[in-house]
């Protein structure tokens, strides 16, 4: 098993323009750090331009491009001590709260899950009402559906997962989880 000093944290997004550009900046912030991205996270970050953000990291980036999503056995070699999925879609979300893991984001955190990684998962769809970046730089206001809520709160009620609702909240739960490894 790798100790606490050589893991790493390992940072799944998916394809949501939803407070994009804020979890690149906290990415960019963290060491030791290995990126997942989902199809969909790949298209949307060259979609909002954010490629040389993420690319600015130094970090190394995994893509979702095969059907056995093999970086997950990185979880069963003991790699990493925690994960974030930042931002997550409601697509993601429903997925994980109802036992999916059908796509590399979504396996990751299964795997997490029966290796005993805390996840700490920053939900785009939090609220009744939220606020959220569109392409070339356009703010809409997006209203989420029941279900999406009720799937928000399904998924916190896991074990080892943290549901965060705002940049702040993903920042300090990050800190604190870090934190927690070094002691």
């Not at 491009?65 to 930042?86: M, N």
């Not at 994980?96 to 396996?107: H, P």
Request: hydrophobic fraction near 45%.
């Amino acid at each position: 098993m790798v100790n606490s000093e050589t893991q790493r944290l390992a940072w799944a997004i998916t394809g949501s323009g939803h407070y994009l550009r804020e979890s690149l900046a906290v990415l960019a912030t963290l060491d030791n750090v290995d990126i997942f991205l989902s199809k969909a996270a790949s298209e949307i970050i060259k979609q909002y331009g954010f490629q040389v953000q993420l690319d600015a990291t130094g970090h190394r980036v995994y893509q979702d491009k095969t059907a056995s999503s093999v970086p997950v056995e990185l979880f069963y070699e003991g790699k990493y001590h925690t994960l974030v999925i930042a931002p997550a879609t409601s697509n993601t979300i429903a997925k994980m709260a109802y036992g999916f893991s059908d796509s590399l984001v979504t396996n990751l955190f299964a795997q997490a899950g029966k290796t005993r990684v805390a996840s700490i998962v920053f939900a785009c769809d939090t609220a009744p009402e939220l606020e959220s970046e569109a392409p070339r730089d356009n703010v809409v206001k997006v209203y989420p559906r029941k279900i999406d809520l009720e799937n928000v709160a399904k998924l916190a009620d896991f074990e080892a997962t943290q549901v965060v609702a705002d940049i702040a909240a993903l920042t300090h739960a990050i800190h604190v989880r870090l934190n927690e490894i070094r002691n």
